[in-house]
C-alpha cells in the first residue's frame, strides 16, 4: 500500500512537472512570436519638413524590406523631442537641428546617429503678393505681416538667425504668429492670413507653389540646416531601427534629392 501510494504521487508529481513545463515553454513561444512581431513595425518621428520624403521613403523601405511597417509622426523637431523623453514609443528621431538629438542623447539615450540632409531657407508670399514683397529686407518694412516657427522650433530658429544676419531686426516687430511647425507657416501664408513666411525651400512642393510666390534669402545671410537622425535607445526593434536609418542614409539619399535636399557634408 506505502509502495502504491509513493507511485501515486510520484505520477501526479510528474504530470504536474509536464504541466508545469509545457506552460513555460508557451508562454516562451508566445513572448518569441510578440517579439518576432515587433521587430518587424517601427515608428519614426521627424521633423514636419519630412513628412513629403520620409513617407515617400517609409514605402521604399517597405519594399525592400518584405513585411515591414514603417509608421510616422510628423511634428517639430523639439516638440518630438520632448514626446521621446516623456516616454513615447518612437524607434527612430529625425531632427532639423543637430541640439535635439543631442537632447535625447541625453536623456534617454541614442544607439547610432548620423546627419543625412542639408537644407536652405526661402520666403513665401501668398500668390497675390499684396504687400509687393520683392526682396528680403522687404520683410521689415512697417505694416507686413511676417509669420515664422515659434522660437525653439528649428524652423524658427533658422529664420530668425537669417535675420539677423541681415541686420533685420525691425522684422521681428512685424511677426505676427509663431507657428509650431513649417506647415502652420505655409498655411498661414498660402490662406492670405500673413504676407510673408520663411521656411525651408523644400516646403515649396509643387502643391504648395500653386498656392504661394517665393522669394529668395540672399546667400550671405541665409542659414544652412542640418538634418540629424538615430535610433532611440529602448527602441524594441533596434535592428529593424537601424536598417531604416541605413536605409536614409544610402539608398534614401536620391530621394532627398529629387525632393530638394542637399546632401550631408
Known amino acids: ?21 509545457a506552460a513555460g515553454l508557451l508562454a516562451c513561444v508566445s513572448c518569441a512570436a510578440s517579439a518576432a512581431a515587433e521587430s518587424h513595425e517601427i515608428t519614426v518621428g521627424a521633423a514636419a519638413s519630412l513628412s513629403v ?7 521604399a523601405f517597405e519594399r ?6 514603417v509608421r510616422f509622426t510628423f511634428s517639430s523637431s523639439n516638440g518630438l523631442a520632448t514626446q521621446i523623453q516623456q516616454g513615447a514609443p518612437i524607434d527612430v ?34 500668390r497675390d503678393n499684396a504687400a509687393h514683397i520683392a526682396r528680403f529686407g522687404d520683410l521689415a518694412r512697417t505694416g ?52 510673408a513666411g520663411i521656411v525651408y525651400a523644400t516646403d ?18 541665409n542659414v544652412v540646416a542640418v538634418y ?3 535610433v532611440v535607445r529602448g527602441t524594441k526593434a533596434a535592428a529593424l531601427a537601424r536598417a531604416f536609418v541605413a536605409y536614409v542614409t544610402g539608398a534614401g539619399e536620391a530621394i532627398l534629392h529629387r525632393a ?6
Open 1 to 21: 500500500m506505502v509502495g502504491s501510494s509513493c507511485d501515486t504521487t510520484r505520477r501526479v508529481t510528474t504530470r504536474f512537472a509536464r504541466a508545469v513545463l
Open 53 to 59: 520624403v520620409f513617407q515617400q521613403i517609409g514605402h
Open 64 to 69: 525592400a524590406h518584405p513585411g515591414t511597417t
Open 93 to 126: 528621431f529625425a531632427s532639423a537641428a543637430p541640439r535635439w538629438l543631442d537632447a535625447v542623447e541625453k536623456d534617454p539615450g541614442v544607439l547610432a546617429r548620423a546627419d543625412f540632409a542639408r537644407n536652405r531657407l526661402i520666403v513665401i508670399v501668398p
Open 144 to 195: 507686413v505681416r511676417l509669420v515664422l516657427a515659434a522660437p525653439g522650433v528649428p524652423a524658427g530658429d533658422y529664420a530668425r538667425q537669417a535675420l539677423s544676419n541681415a541686420g533685420l531686426h525691425r522684422a521681428l516687430r512685424n511677426v505676427v504668429s509663431n507657428e509650431q511647425d513649417v506647415e502652420g507657416v505655409v498655411g498661414k501664408v498660402s490662406s492670405g492670413d500673413a504676407d
Open 204 to 221: 515649396v512642393t509643387p502643391s504648395v507653389a500653386r498656392s504661394v510666390g517665393t522669394v529668395p534669402v540672399p546667400e550671405e545671410d
Open 228 to 230: 540629424d537622425i538615430g
Open 260 to 265: 530638394g535636399f542637399e546632401a550631408s557634408a
